[in-house]
């Protein structure tokens, strides 16, 4: 079966096993379902996530122009600290900006290749940490906006890793840490504006993939240099889909590419 569509970052449901599934325009497909089984992605083309024309992806889905003007990319997405609608101050469209930055936000560290800090919506716990290939994640702060998020998070990136590292992560390359013990030792660190919002008591939550192999040496599918790959899944974690000769596939990181998926 031949399923084709624009691709967007996979949906997730966090059970004993996180459930993936991949929004092919008229069709739903369950990642897991795939495990052990030969599957074939082609390169079609490209559809901007934004405008949905049929133009080069630039970054994050977009095209160069929708890139340089939808609000939904505005640096203030990759860096929290720069938010402004708590101030009532627009960036690219206040109305927009306002409904997203002005809800509560979580500071959280999670265990993916190593102990590193980040920053979610509220409502986007735990899918944030699964997109991360999260196996363990513990809250630190919650607070009322996208900004006090930043300047908590800028501030204890001074002490912790803010960055994930994928090949270690797809390896599960990882040393057991206690997240909780990080948290009290970073709790001195948070900015005076967000210490009141520090989380005592909650547990960490422990996320489980389905993988049946992990890659010894993982290698990055580039679809534009290689537009035709065909191989076994043995796994998804992140947003990646790891095959059996040890080629991993970024789904979210080619959003905005057209593909057929042939199973």
Known sequence: MTYKGVLKKMMTENSDKIQYYLDMNTDFINMNQLLEKEITINFVGYECLNCHLEKQVYRQGFCKSCFFDTPNAGDWILKPELSKAHLGIEDRDLAYEQQVQLKPHIVYLANSSNVKVGVTRKTQVPTRWIDQGAHEAIEIVEVPNRYLAGITEVALKEHVADKTNWRKMLKNDIAPESLAEWREKLKSYIPEEAKEYFIENKTATILNFPVLKYPEKPK????????????????????????????????????????????
Request: hydrophobic content about 40%.
């Open 220 to 263: 990055s599918l580039n679809l534009i240099k290689t537009p035709n790959y065909t191989g076994k899944l043995v796994g998804v974690k992140g947003q990646y889909l790891i095959f059996e000769d040890e080629t991993v596939f970024n789904v979210r990181s080619n959003e905005g590419l057209v593909v057929t998926i042939t199973v």
